[in-house]
């Protein structure tokens, strides 16, 4: 194919999905079920990598951080969510706009789209598939949660593993996401991004981060794709 193609990155929480808590109530399932006692504290998991919500749990818990702890706890959590796989859509919901612009890019042969998310891989599916999104993103050119701590590292995993279809440039990388985690990672990635505001940070808070183009949510499919694609060729990059 000539001409630019994209490398689109989902985020899921707060971006394509919002899933009001869940999250917790699963954290607090599998760190009973993993050490025999209650959580205790807030569990801050917003845009941040399970692997650094599980180390900062380890921690405040006085729980030596081993691989085996901290493996422990991502197999509990693991569980946690497929045994209450069944419960994730009375307690979520897909955002506006989500699932037309996911269909959008899945119909677009110059778009290769999947999903770049603080998610354990089996969670991101159980909460791709609850809502009938899970065939519309390429899992295999994704990224997760346990593939590195660090958000920003996960866009190197992902264009590793988008390397068979093309050694996507800089400016073919477009990240979509609601917190300025995501912005850090396109920042330090050196990729672009497309902000949305239907998490916890405002559009001001998302600019402040660093984010040039900020969307309300994304129920303006047109815009989306502007934004998506905008300067795709010469670069329309974080500030
Ligand atoms: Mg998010």
Known sequence: MTGPE?????????????????????????????????????VDLGGRTELDVIAEILR?????????????????????FESNR??????????????????HFADDPRVHQGVLTANLPSVARIKLEAFG???LVDWDVSAFGDDHADRAELVTFARERARHIRPFTDDEVVLI??????????????????????????????????ATAVLDDLSDLGELIRQVWSDAAQGNRTA
């Not at 394509?16 to 607090?28: D, P, Q, T, V």
């Open 133 to 135: 999104l899970a065939h």
């Open 177 to 210: 996401g609601d917190t300025p985690h995501d912005v850090h990672a396109a920042v330090t990635a050196g990729v672009r991004l497309v902000a949305v505001a239907t998490g916890r940070s405002s559009g001001e808070d998302l600019r402040r981060a660093g």
């Open 60 to 80: 405040q818990h006085g729980i030596e951080h081993t691989d085996e702890a901290s493996q422990l706890l991502a197999n509990a959590l693991a569980n946690s």
């Open 6 to 42: 994209l490398l689109v990155l989902w985020d899921i929480d707060n971006t394509l999905i919002s899933a009001r808590g869940f999250g917790k109530l699963m954290y607090r399932e599998a760190f009973l079920t993993a050490f025999g006692r209650e959580l205790n504290g807030p």
């Open 86 to 103: 069944a419960d994730l859509p009375g307690h979520s919901e897909v955002l506006p706009g989500a699932l037309k612009a996911l269909e």
